[in-house]
């Protein structure tokens, strides 16, 4: 199942006509997350649906990585893999987790309306510039296929960790989120399953 709203192109206004989004708009282009939200690719949705109907976790040299095929061809994802193509610049002994408690910290002073202690946080309570930052996170990097309002702890966190500039590895979050993927993808119905990540893929 591929997901329209899932894994889109950003548009980060180069010209800077968006006055209100200015600077939020600028940092993200100078930021390591530039390429990963705004590279576009095109998606050929039979490739995508034969990787993961044919992918599975396997141990090569010693390192776990998703291995699917596409054309009887093997195409591997691993982390490394991922850091190198998106130009992440993910430091490979980083975390891909912020603790709540910095998170919850961050929140407060970014002025979030909403209840920082709920185990979700709603885009539409933070301050214009911190809302379209997450609303982008949200819509490239997330493994959302419904909901794009809400976000929990995982994302929320990367989030935090690049405006405090903290160490968190993208690519781990990805490859998590693949990994995770991969429970939803073995059932026997195909309408359970979701072509994750197809810009990435």
């Known amino acids: 199942m591929s997901e329209k709203h899932h894994n889109m ?41 034969e990787f993961w109907n044919s992918a599975s976790v ?53 002025t979030c309306t909403g209840d920082i202690f709920n185990s979700q946080i709603n885009k539409g309570d933070l301050p214009m ?16 296929r419904v909901g794009y309002d809400m976000e929990g702890n995982d994302l929320v966190g990367l989030m935090v960790a690049l405006v405090l500039n903290k160490p968190f590895s993208i690519s781990k979050y990805i490859y998590a989120n693949m990994k995770e993927n991969m429970k939803r993808t073995s059932g026997r119905t195909t309408r359970n399953k979701f072509w994750m990540y197809p810009r990435f893929l």
């Open 58 to 110: 396997i141990e090569v040299d010693e390192t776990e990585l998703i291995q699917g095929q596409v054309n009887q061809l093997n195409v591997n994802v691993h982390s490394d893999i991922l850091n190198t193509v998106l130009e992440l610049q993910d430091d490979p002994n980083a975390p891909y987790f912020v603790p709540i408690m910095c998170t919850r910290g961050c929140f407060l002073r970014m």
């Open 129 to 144: 510039r911190y809302k379209f930052l997450l609303h982008v996170l949200i819509q490239c990097l997330s493994n959302r």
């Open 9 to 49: 192109v950003a548009y980060l206004d180069p010209e800077g006509k968006i006055t209100e989004l200015k600077e939020i708009t600028q940092w993200m282009r100078e930021s390591r997350i530039n390429k990963s939200v705004t590279f576009s690719t095109p998606v050929y949705k039979s490739l995508i649906k």
